[in-house]
C-alpha cells in the first residue's frame, strides 16, 4: 500500500472507532458478530479501505445495513501483502548470488517455514525476513567452503 493508502485507511479506522455505533457494539460485546455477519471478518483490521468505507455508510446512514456484503477480496490482499518492496529485492538478490532458483527457494521455504509458498507474494515480513537469514547464512558457509 503506498503511503497515501495507509494514511486514509488509518483515518478510517479513528473514524469508525470514535463512531457512536461501533461504541454501542462494542459496549454490548456484539463487535466482532456485526462484524463477522456484515464482511465475514473478525476485527476492522482485515477490512479493506473500500469495506471501511462502506462500514462508515451504515453507520451514517448512507447504504441500507444488510448481511453478508459481498467481500472485497482484491482489496484484503493487498493488506496482506507480504514484506517491504526493499525486502522482495534483497532476497532476489541474494537469490541470485546464491545460483538458487525459484522452485528450490519454495523447496526451502517449505522445510523452514513449515508451510507451502507458491509465490513471493505468500511470505510475510516476518517468513521475509527469516528466509533473508537463511540466505544470508547459506551464502557465509559457501564463501567459508571457498576460501
Not at 35 to 55: A, G, H, N
Request: net charge positive.
Amino acid at each position: 500500500m503506498s503511503p497515501k493508502q495507509i494514511r486514509l485507511r488509518k483515518q478510517l479506522l479513528t473514524k469508525i472507532h470514535m463512531h457512536k455505533e461501533y461504541l454501542y457494539y462494542k459496549k454490548h460485546n456484539a463487535w466482532q458478530d456485526f462484524l463477522t455477519l456484515r464482511f465475514e471478518v473478525k476485527s476492522s483490521k482485515d477490512l479493506s479501505i473500500d469495506e471501511l468505507k462502506i462500514l462508515l455508510d451504515i453507520f451514517d446512514g448512507k447504504i441500507k445495513d444488510s448481511l453478508s456484503f459481498t467481500p472485497d477480496l482484491k482489496g484484503r490482499a493487498i493488506l496482506k501483502k507480504s514484506g517491504s518492496i526493499k525486502q522482495f529485492f534483497y532476497l532476489k538478490a541474494l537469490l541470485e548470488q546464491n545460483k538458487i532458483n525459484i522452485f528450490s527457494f519454495y523447496k526451502l521455504c517449505k522445510k523452514t517455514l513449515k508451510k507451502d509458498v507458491f509465490s513471493l507474494l505468500d511470505l510475510d515480513k516476518k517468513d521475509c525476513t527469516t528466509m533473508i537469514v537463511v540466505l544470508e547464512k547459506i551464502l557465509k558457509a559457501e564463501q567459508k567452503n571457498k576460501k
